[in-house]
């Protein structure tokens, strides 16, 4: 099959980037959407042009590297799944594929379609742990807890941290995240002696990094490769609110 | 040289707290003049940089990805061993260290095997605390599943995603360290060099993935955490950017590296199918508790699955393994599979396949069961094939997975370099020939959080109060030279083929003669082949761009240049070993009905290679079963 | 204690949206009465309003009422002010109606025509009843302003029901949106109880929006 892609290219981050287009054929159904820029940088290489730059991993949907903004969508036409798993099987011969990167202030261009997503690291930085050290440990059924409250914290916990939900998001809201990190460690036993901090200082730098506010406009679900529910704002907000009362 | 791999004295029960007693120790006040670099932030990387940081040791830490918590721990589904005996089923310390040693076929040291069972049971009370939702019981307890090449149920899972549950909490660790301001973490960094100063690791070269500037670190011991190298393979089942590279340099600088032929091929990934595939996606083994794993009975059948009736269908891992069936050992399994495909009995569009089967258990559990257990495996199945697994059989085919090769380290996880360590993956310590499933989160967690932060104050002990080197000295300058050498050298090729190019040659090469069986024929074949490759790749690569800048296509050349020198040693490695023993299956050590046949009396020794100038020699550690009888591996 | 931007720009966003929507239930509990008989209608639609302007505990909550409007506004100002920081570049293409509501896209944008219609609608109310601008209102036969009239000759022109009528089709989407939202903003996060308020959501809009909506062509064809 052959498509065109329009691709976002930007040499540098204070560069002025523009959109490039390239006709690739030799595509197959059965390629992922990466493998076929792998095949597209490959001629592009032959040619003496410089690859265009994308972020990718493990290709298969867990580490959270991947990303770009493909047809309008994050990681594509599908809902909850990442770039790495969508297959060109998703795309007609002869389609126009647009690519850009993420859009937010706070996850500025590398370059390309790469952008910088440490502003997530630096949330998780102020407080996405619980404070023991290794070693002092009890007993792991010591701690008792329930299936319920297992499953829940589990299901925030699957997040991948790929950036999808502020790429979509209008406001480039960065909610989804901060709150399923949230929810997943404050809604365990473990988490309990430091949750009201957690809070405050977690979503203190969410401020900071210069995200906007969260409209529940419901897109981050919908595009989340791990399935977050938008409910979990809701918690965090809940949990905000009760910190700033007895914080 | 002759390897001493530093056992301590004592029955194999005391041998770990004889160590510690033993071992020397650095008063906290001091500990904070100290400096390690820990390259790579999987769970063995994050682990250790948490927790030596955590012990007051200043840590520089780095990764090539964009954050820690892309490490490709991240991908492991199915789960994680310790011998807790939670389930009543006769599990203990013991068992769990035979069953670790029989899986490798008795290629490992007891002593080492023996510590990883032993600290398994605290591992699981660490990640607990640490906010790990391992899945619960109704009554709050902690659930165990069984899993390949053992009869207890001993694995602790957070549903299909272990690895990033557990990896997420050592990320978080490290990043809490990180705000404490003990750990300076370089992302997007990469090792590409070891700087030796009087034969003593004492620094890195690292290559700023973003401006492409060459940066010296140094530090009073280096600890590389970088991961397997089945990415030699090219298609694996390990993320694209995983490589050798820091292994290999530090081998080129004097590293022994041991087994590296040792890869095990995982029974059930899914089938490889265009040329252009670059990765194979692994679907956990634990689906082999409920799935049952069959072909049909005829070749080229043109059925569909549902429609080949049960008297048609060859179940031949349960056929031919009856006590383990489904759940025999991975090398097994994979051996077994490419057995039934290679004589015609393949499934899938390119007959490359074997059938996984959920039949039987939705029938006996019920969907609801199965989706609790499988259900984002199954999701994800659906959504890289299309297909609905809960409907039809799921198609898999055997994957290079796990490197068990790796550096050589001795029980203090240090290598033939003073004050180079090497933990996790990387290394060869525990699996032997042969990794049991659920055994490498464990094996990665155990190095960097407990084993590591114990053993290398024995030698930064005697680092204290000698003179620190810093990144002026003459070594780093040297290897930094040499460095930008390697990278400008590549950059002036300027040839005909792309990097990808020579990579999928040199994983043909290395899948046809060096993975799942090998023959001395076909493995000189390969030398010969790989040397060829590495000829032609350095007079005819092309790699676009500069080296001062973000250059996605020189980090590959980098990586596969270090690749195929790695691959013309693994199959070095598998041709003077001439038995079968775990993933290594040489064709002329088998039995008439196609079992391995293991050479104890000439081979019961740890490969380790010295590098002598683009050749290698061999050096033997010998393996001394103390405590117990190396029997033959049988899951019949 | 420092008091995050992000969640308390929005708390208050959605409180007072939240008295507002309380509110527009009493605001059209009371024009239903438009749509009695002409009358029955007149002499009760003024007798209330009278009521309404001289209950001291009305002119409190009239004040709130301003009070909420004008604090709603703004706050919603400085949300959308930081939200376009956060995304100061916006894609060449965005299927946002794959993943997201056009309203909860659109809330500003809504909004802002929801301000409109309270502008002219203060002045053609509000104005001339409490403030005496304008044209002068009548008394009816009880002695009350005759606030009926001034309805009733509103919408005899036909351009003003139509207006009146069709801004009812934003006030919906905002409230649609808006009320579900504001209960999650404040921290509502029950599993079940979510499903149920966005089937309140939707009856309340609907009900709010087509109860105003329709008020407009009873008086039209009275």
């Known amino acids: 099959m052959k498509v065109t892609f329009k691709i976002w290219r930007q040499d540098k981050p204070q560069a002025k980037g523009a959109f490039k287009e390239y006709q690739v054929d030799e595509l197959t159904e059965d390629m992922s959407f990466l493998e076929a820029l792998d095949h597209l940088n490959e001629r592009l290489v032959l040619r003496g042009e410089k690859v265009i730059a994308y972020e990718y991993d493990c290709r298969e949907g867990i580490c959270g590297q991947c990303g770009v903004f493909i047809n309008g969508r994050a990681h594509g036409p599908h809902p909850n799944i990442t770039t790495c798993q969508l297959h060109m099987r998703s795309f007609k011969d002869g389609d126009t594929i647009v690519v850009e990167p993420w859009r937010a202030n706070a996850f500025p261009i590398v370059k390309d379609l790469i952008v910088d997503r440490s502003a997530f690291d630096r949330i998780i930085e102020q407080g996405a742990y619980i404070s023991a050290k290794t070693g002092t440990a009890p007993e792991a059924n010591a701690i008792l807890i329930g299936k319920a409250i297992a499953d829940r914290a589990m299901d925030a916990a699957a997040c991948i941290g790929c950036g999808a939900c502020v790429a979509t998001c209008k406001n480039s809201s960065a909610a989804l995240f901060t709150a399923a990190k949230i929810n997943h460690l404050n809604s365990l036993p473990q988490g309990k002696p430091e949750a009201h901090q957690r809070v405050l200082d977690m979503t203190a730098q969410m401020e900071r990094e210069g995200f906007g506010h969260c409209s529940f406009t419901g897109a981050c679900e919908v595009e989340c490769p791990a399935g977050i529910s938008i409910a979990n704002i809701a918690e965090m907000n809940a949990r905000q609110g009760k910190a700033q009362l007895l914080g | ?636 | 204690m420092k008091v995050n931007t992000l969640f308390f720009r929005k708390s208050i966003v959605a409180a007072t949206g939240l008295f507002l929507c309380l509110f527009l239930i009493v605001h059209l509990s009371a024009n239903c009465l438009l749509l009695l008989p002409e009358q029955a209608a007149r002499g009760m639609y003024n007798a209330y309003s009278t009521w309404l302007r001289e209950n001291p505990l009305i002119k409190v909550v009239a004040y709130a009422l301003y009070l909420s409007i004008i604090v709603h506004v703004v706050y919603a100002l400085l949300v959308t002010i930081r939200n376009r920081k956060a995304k100061p570049v916006s894609y060449a293409v965005n299927h946002t109606e794959a993943n997201s509501s056009w309203a909860s896209q659109n809330m500003g944008l809504i909004g802002l025509s929801i301000l409109i219609f309270i502008v002219i609608h203060l002045a053609n109310f509000w104005a001339r009843i409490k403030l005496g601008l304008g044209a002068d209102v009548g008394v009816d036969a009880a002695g009350n302003k005759d606030v009926y009239e001034v309805t009733y000759a509103l919408f005899h022109n036909i351009y003003f029901v139509l207006f009146y009528s069709l801004l009812m089709i934003p006030l919906g989407l905002h409230l649609h949106h808006g009320l579900k939202s504001a209960f999650k903003t404040l921290g509502f996060y029950h599993k079940r109880g979510l499903e149920v308020l966005a089937r309140i959501s939707l009856i309340y809009a609907a009900v709010i929006a087509a109860g105003f909506g329709i008020i407009p062509f009873v008086v039209y064809f009275k």
Not at chain 2, 3 to 11: F, S, Y
Not at chain 2, 448 to 457: K, V
Not at chain 2, 602 to 609: E, K, P, Q
Request: proline share 3%.
């Open chain 2, 1 to 636: 040289m002759t390897l001493n791999a530093k056992i301590p004295e004592g029955r194999l029960e005391d041998k770990w707290r004889n160590y510690q007693t033993q071992s020397r120790l650095i008063n906290p006040a001091n500990k904070k003049k100290l400096h390690v670099i820990v390259v790579g932030s999987g769970l063995s990387g994050a682990g250790a940089a948490a927790t030596l940081a955590e012990l007051g040791y200043d840590v520089q830490c780095f990764c090539y990805q964009d954050s820690a918590r892309r490490a490709h721990s991240v991908a492991a589904q199915g789960g994680i061993n310790a011998a807790k005996n939670y389930q009543h089923d006769g599990d203990s310390v013991w068992r769990m260290f035979y069953d670790t040693l029989k899986g490798g076929d008795f290629r490992s040291r007891e002593a080492n095997t023996y510590r990883l069972a032993e600290l398994s049971a605290p591992l699981i009370d660490h990640f607990t605390q640490q906010g790990v939702p391992f899945a619960r019981e109704y009554g709050g307890v902690l659930v165990n599943r069984s899993f390949g090449g053992v009869q207890v149920q001993r694995t602790f899972y957070a549903r299909g995603q272990t690895g990033q549950q557990l990896l997420l909490a050592a990320y978080s660790q490290l990043y809490k360290m990180v705000r404490m301001k003990k750990v300076s973490l370089f992302t997007r960094h990469e090792m590409l060099d070891l700087v030796l100063v009087d034969g003593k690791a004492k620094g890195i070269i690292a290559r700023d993935l973003v401006s492409g500037a060459l940066k010296r670190f140094a530090a009073d011991a280096v600890v590389l955490a970088t991961g397997g190298y089945s990415r030699v393979f090219r298609l694996s089942t390990l993320a694209i950017g995983c490589n050798g590279s820091a292994i290999w340099k530090a081998h080129k600088r004097g590293a022994f590296f041991a087994a590296p032929s040792f890869t095990q091929i995982h029974p059930t990934a899914l089938p490889q199918s265009s040329e252009a595939q670059s990765k194979l996606t692994l679907m956990s083994e634990s689906l082999r508790n409920d799935g049952r794993i069959w072909v049909p009975k005829q070749t080229d059948d043109p059925r569909a699955a549902n429609d080949i009736p049960e008297e048609e269908r060859d179940y031949y891992l349960e056929r031919r393994y009856p006590s383990f069936g489904n759940l025999a050992p991975r090398d097994i399994a994979s051996r077994a599979a490419k057995e039934r495909i290679d004589a015609g009995f393949g499934v899938g569009r390119l007959k490359n396949a074997v059938y996984l089967d959920f039949k039987h258990a939705i029938e006996r559990f019920g969907i609801n069961t199965i989706q609790d257990r499988y259900g984002n495996l199954f999701d994800m199945y659906k959504k890289i094939t299309g297909i609905d697994a809960y409907r039809e059989p799921m198609q898999i085919s055997p994957a290079a997975h796990f490197s068990m090769g790796g550096l050589w380290v001795d029980y203090e996880l240090m290598t033939t370099i003073p004050g180079l360590y090497a933990v996790g993956e990387c290394n060869f310590s525990d699996h032997g020939a042969n990794r049991l499933g659920a055994n490498s989160l464990l094996q990665a967690s155990v190095d960097g959080y407990f084993i590591l932060p114990n053993t290398i104050n024995n030698y930064l002990a005697a680092a204290l109060n000698k003179e620190q080197v810093s990144t002026d000295h003459p070594a780093f300058k040297q290897v930094e030279v040499e460095v930008k050498q390697h990278i400008d050298r590549i950059l002036a090729i300027q040839g005909t083929k792309t990097v990808d190019h020579f990579h999928r040659e040199l994983g043909k090469v290395m899948w046809q003669e060096c993975a799942m069986s090998r023959n001395r024929a076909g493995l000189e074949r390969a030398i010969a082949q790989i040397k060829q490759i590495r000829a032609d790749f350095w007079s005819d690569v092309k790699v676009t761009g500069h080296s001062d800048e973000l250059n996605t296509e020189l980090e590959k050349a980098l990586r596969l240049a270090d690749f195929i020198e790695l691959g013309i040693l693994m199959c070095t490695d598998a041709l003077q070993r001439e038995e079968s023993c775990g993933a290594h299956f040489r064709e002329e050590f088998q039995t008439p009905d196609g079992e391995a046949v293991r050479v104890d009396d000439l081979y019961a020794y740890v490969s380790a290679w010295e590098y002598d100038q683009g050749d290698f020699k061999l050096h033997k550690e010998v393996l001394d079963f103390e405590f117990v009888q190396p029997s033959v591996r049988s899951y019949k």
